[in-house]
């Protein structure tokens, strides 16, 4: 079975060129509450995912300081719902994009404030509408006008943002073919919007995930700046601007920082002749996705056409599904640990091997190309960085292998 291309998200980035795992595994900065070291006398089954949750509590903050404090988080529920990853984004002053209503419980559950959640998934089932609605949420991205009549026959008066196409070419994931509308198209709809007894709320935009362009989104700042000066001139000023997701994280390869984003986007802003009230983002993996490790142990060792293949107990399937959609070029830091010790097998010469996933399937492969110690064996670990976005929340037990399970270790 393989994955229809149309339903992963980002497929169309098959032919985009992702990272290939030739550095020897382990070379970049590892998270020191996540080491081997670390985690191996806790005892933890495989598979695990490890969170740390006071680092995503200093990424919260630090995002939130990186931007001066005129910037909101929303973070993505999607990007990886565990109780105790939203909580820890509620404590350090976030709070929540949801995709669904189911979501929604997830995030009330966490302690967010209903009234500062946005549902920003731009195409919602009607019934999902309503429910969040009458739960309290105000602000409701659209783009389309069938979006529009779907809230307004179910919630009238709530806020819609409109997205905007922008570009997303210098992003892992992009998103632009699937959503959002040319921008000289946004001012007809947020006009049909009042007319349907919604509120203008404002415009929003999503530059594709793991976006590596420093300007992309200044850029798209620049391009609706005049919009929210037509709306202002005439009176009626649109109060929100979401700059959506997409900013970095550090996988094995270097990307900017987010201070290096905000800079430029806060410049962007002071440049806007009418700034709204309220600015947003919706960072998701930026935030979490260094503070996950999963640990999974390897089941097999073969010989194919003279490589060898290393089968781990987790897959595309069941927790590694962007490997799926990037060829299996997608640059997790990877250490292989040695199971009985904790240790790192850092010393051994390496070899070039193919990881690949637990099912009968081939498209689980993890690693096209990984620098592995030569001697690496059955009962031996290998421990993935950058696990804590889109992994367990994209998995399934297809085969019957369950996804790793989350550990907190904060
Ligand atoms: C509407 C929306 N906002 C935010 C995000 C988070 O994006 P990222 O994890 O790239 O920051 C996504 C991801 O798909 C999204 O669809």
Redesign the pocket.
């Known amino acids: 079975m393989t994955v229809p291309h149309e339903l992963i998200?980002g497929s169309s980035t098959a032919s985009r060129p992702v990272p290939t795992q030739r550095r020897p595994a382990g070379s970049s900065a590892w998270p020191r509450s996540l080491t081997p070291q670390q985690l191996h006398p806790l005892g933890l089954r495989t598979p695990f995912l490890a969170l740390d949750t006071a680092m995503l509590r200093r990424h919260v903050t630090d995002f939130l300081d990186a931007f001066e404090g005129r910037v909101a988080v929303?973070y993505?529920v999607?990007?990886n719902s565990e109780p105790a990853v939203l909580a820890a984004v509620v404590e350090a002053g976030g709070s929540f994009?949801i995709?669904s209503a189911p979501e929604l419980d997830l995030a009330l559950a966490a302690g967010a404030a209903v009234e500062d959640v946005f549902y920003?998934?731009?195409v919602k089932p009607q019934a999902h509408i309503r429910q969040t609605a009458v739960a309290g949420v105000r602000r409701f991205?659209v783009d389309g006008l069938e979006e529009i009549d779907k809230i307004a026959e179910v919630a009238t008066g709530v806020g819609v943002l409109v997205?905007i196409r922008v570009d997303d070419t210098s992003?892992a994931?992009p998103?632009s073919s699937k959503?959002g509308v040319a921008l000289s198209d946004a001012e007809d709809l947020l006009h049909y919007a009042t007319a349907r007894g919604l509120v203008a709320a404002g415009l929003?935009f999503?530059v594709?995930?793991?976006?590596t362009d420093l300007h992309a989104w200044s850029r798209a700042v620049n391009a609706v700046a005049p919009l929210f000066s037509r709306f202002a001139e005439a009176g009626t000023p649109l109060q929100v601007l979401d700059i959506?997701?997409?900013?970095?994280?550090h996988y094995d390869e270097t990307v900017p920082t987010t201070g290096a984003v905000a800079a430029v986007v806060l410049a962007s802003l002071d440049a806007m002749a009418h700034p709204p009230a309220e600015i947003v983002a919706?960072?998701?993996?930026?935030?979490v996705?260094e503070t996950g490790v999963i640990g999974a142990e390897v089941i097999g060792r073969e010989m194919r056409d003279g490589r060898p293949w290393i089968y781990l107990e987790v897959g595309a399937y069941n927790g590694l599904m962007e490997a799926a959609q990037t060829g299996a070029r997608w640059p997790y830091p990877v250490l292989a640990v040695d199971a009985a010790t904790g240790e790192p097998l850092d010393d051994a010469a390496r070899v070039l091997m193919t990881v690949t996933g637990p099912t009968c399937d081939s498209t689980d492969t993890v690693l096209a190309d990984a620098l592995l110690p030569a001697d690496l064996a059955v009962g031996d670990l290998l421990y993935l960085g950058g696990t804590g976005?889109?992994t367990t929340s994209y998995a399934s037990h297809f085969n019957g292998f369950p996804p790793p399970t989350p550990v907190i270790v904060a």
């Open positions: 998200r929303r993505a999607k990007c994009e995709a920003s998934n731009p991205v997205r992003s994931f998103l959503f929003t999503h594709g995930s793991q976006c959506g997701g997409g900013f970095p994280a919706e960072p998701g993996r930026a935030l996705a976005a889109y």
